[in-house]
């Protein structure tokens, strides 16, 4: 890797919506496709990159259970719904000549692989992508947590959590004019502002073993390369 690169190995986490784009349901093939040109720029750059997709565009297990679905069954449609996802990242990726292995944390013999730590670290070190989906496989968790626990396993150097917003605001950005953006937070400035940066548990996991986050927004063009190249983009979290 290039040591003039800010980071050698990302996470990077992609909310299910972010690949909606503008449709109400589903995935955008043009988004869709925005994104994994973004993906091979790094991949160009040498970077490695692991990859976290939610599924908050398809299903939401805490939305089923409110419409009276059991809530542990929704979270297993929701976490097929990320693999849904991942599974056209791969192909997206794939038309756009970048090599991705796509694992499962809940095994779908045939489909593709299922969640390997070992397997994961070597494909990284070739240069591949690595999608990890289906969540941590278990209900009543996130792709939030997902990414954090992952991005530790693999020892990213960073998450990078894709928003529809340039990063953390004091206020909301939509509702509220004043709302500051900030530029780096503390993880106790996040929690003692009670900030919305991802879930608690997704959130404390990453600050126990000082994995920072970068929170940025996905939507403007070349901003992985951008911040991969040590821009100031969106907003770091770390001690
Ligand atoms: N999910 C789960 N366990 C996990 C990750 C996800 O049960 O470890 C389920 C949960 O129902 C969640 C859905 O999958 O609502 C989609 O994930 P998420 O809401 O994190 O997607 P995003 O908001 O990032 O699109």
Known sequence: TNPKFNYRRILLKLSGEALMGDEGFGIDPHVLDRMA???????????????????????????LAKAGMNRV???????LATLMNG??????????????????????????????WAEAISLLRQGRVVIFSAGTGNPFF???????????????????????????????PVTNPDAELFHTLDYSDVLDKELRVMDLAAFTLARDHSLPIRVFNMNKPGVLKQIVMGEPE??????
Do not use: W
Request: overall charge negative.
């Open 87 to 116: 599974l056209a990242m791969r192909d997206a990726l794939a038309r756009n000549h970048v090599t991705t292995r796509l694992m499962s944390a809940i095994p779908l013999n045939g489909v593709c692989d299922t969640y390997n």
């Open 37 to 63: 040109l973004e993906v091979k720029d790094l991949i160009e750059m040498g970077i490695q990159v692991g990859l976290v997709i939610g599924g908050g565009n398809l299903f939401r297990g805490e939305k």
């Open 234 to 239: 969106g907003t770091l979290i770390c001690h």
């Open 73 to 79: 069954v929704g979270d297993h449609m929701g976490m």
């Open 142 to 172: 996130t792709t939030d947590s997902a990414a954090c626990l992952r991005g530790i396993e693999i020892e990213a150097d960073v998450v990078l959590k894709g928003t529809k917003v340039d990063g953390v605001y004091s206020a909301d």
